[in-house]
Each structure stands twice: as C-alpha cells, then as structure tokens.
C-alpha cells in the first residue's frame, strides 16, 4: 500500500515557539492532505484540509492563524504550530488519499507534540 | 456535515468470544464507510472498507462489516477474538466524491481477556 510519513515522530518545545510537522506521501502524489489532532484516549479529530497549491480548510473552532499549514507540493503538506502552549501538546496525524482515489485514505504515523 | 457515532466506548472479552461493535453514521448522500484499528502505541490501520457492491465486506484479521443502508448501520463482527484484537476501533465515514475528508466516530476500546 501507500505510504505517508511523518517527521518527526516526537517533539518537545518550549511554551512560546513555533514546531513544524511534515508530512510526506512517498510513493503516489496527493492533491488533498487531512490534519487530525488525537488526544488520549480519544478520537481523531480533523483540524484542516491541505489542498495543494491553494490554501487550507480549517474545521469549526481551529485556529488558522496558530495551525499554519501549506501544501507546497503533491508529496508535502507541513503544519506549523505557532507560539505553542501547553494545551497544544497532543498527537498529531496526517493523511492523504491518492490521487485520483477516495476510498482509502493513508496515515502517517503520526507526531506526538509536548509543550514544555 | 457528516457525523459518525459508536455506541460502545469500552468492551471487555474473553478470548474466543464473539465480537459486535456498534457504528452508525449520519449523512444525507452517497457515503464511503471505514474500520480501522489503532494498536496500543501504533498508528492507524485500515480493517475494511464499503463503497458499493455487497453490504458484506471482508477485511483483514478476520474482521468483517455489514452496511445497512435502511439503518445508517456499519457494525464491526469477528466470530472469535483473540488476545492481539485488543485496541481501539473506529469507525469513519466520507461523502463519495472526490478525496472528502473522513470523519471519525470516538472509539471503542477493546480489551480481550487472555
């Protein structure tokens, strides 16, 4: 199957800085690319949809202006957590259907973010 | 918007017991139905998957699914768990056009007494 991949797979930062996560399909091309948060012992809640070249769909509640993402190419999509904070420290996960494709969507396997 | 609900949070069995997790979706068109299976410590992994054709699906692990239409209904069966089917489950649904975004049930934990 397809594979997405995330770096890194773990993170530690200071209260107040900014952490960029990618997320690479490496072997097929992906025009839209999904941002989830996971919290433990919970679900995976989507943040965003990264469409390439264009800019992104943010889901109720998220903030655009602290979770930057772009999606410069059909493999990359990054997420920038701005001024991070400890309620921020999560699991994030990204996901992209292959082009063409919708009924299966690849993971990363995910970056786990702690805010110190 | 779509919205996917699961009926059981945490569901405790013995090994060789039989498995139904419950997954209903809300949706007013055409969907995609998911189940897949976090293992402790593991990223997601897909079990099956419905887009058409026959309402049973077959997946990997001896999983399998039913969709009823009439019911809004995709549940998760296995005739006999095993100590290794302990982790989470959800189940998730897109809209049938291109590359929509899958929304997540909240989970069930499963626990498998050995």
């Known amino acids: 199957g397809a594979v997405v991949s995330q770096h890194p797979s773990w993170v530690i930062c200071k209260s107040g800085t900014s952490v960029k996560i990618e997320c690479r399909s490496l072997d097929f091309q992906a025009t839209t690319m999904f941002w989830y948060r996971q919290f433990p012992k919970q679900s995976l809640m989507l943040m965003a949809t990264?469409?390439?070249?264009?800019?992104?769909?943010?889901e109720q509640g998220v903030e655009k202006d602290k979770f930057l993402i772009n999606h410069a190419s059909l493999t990359l999509s990054t997420l920038t957590v701005t001024s991070a904070h400890p309620e921020d420290s999560s699991f994030y996960i990204c996901?992209?259907?292959?082009?063409?494709?919708?009924?299966?969507?690849?993971f990363g396997q995910g970056t786990r973010l702690t805010v110190v | 918007a779509q919205s996917v609900s699961q009926h059981n949070h945490h569901v405790i069995l013995s090994e060789a017991a039989s498995l139904e997790l419950g997954c209903n979706y809300s949706?007013?068109?055409?969907?995609?139905l998911f189940w897949y299976v976090q293992y402790p410590g593991q990223h997601l992994q897909l079990l099956l998957k419905?887009?058409?054709?026959?309402?049973l699906v077959k997946g990997i692990k001896g999983f399998e699914a039913e969709f009823i239409k009439s019911k809004f209904s995709f549940n998760l069966r296995k005739p006999s768990v095993q100590w290794s089917d302990t982790a989470e489950y959800f189940c998730?649904?897109?809209?049938?056009?291109?590359?929509?975004?899958?929304?997540f049930g909240s989970g069930t934990r499963l626990s498998i007494r050995p």
């Open positions: 419905y887009f058409s054709g026959d309402p």
């Open positions: 990264s469409n390439e070249g264009s800019k992104a769909t943010y």
């Open positions: 949706y007013g068109g055409t969907v995609n």
């Open positions: 996901s992209a259907f292959a082009r063409g494709k919708n009924t299966e969507a690849f």
């Open positions: 998730a649904v897109n809209a049938q056009s291109s590359a929509s975004k899958i929304i």
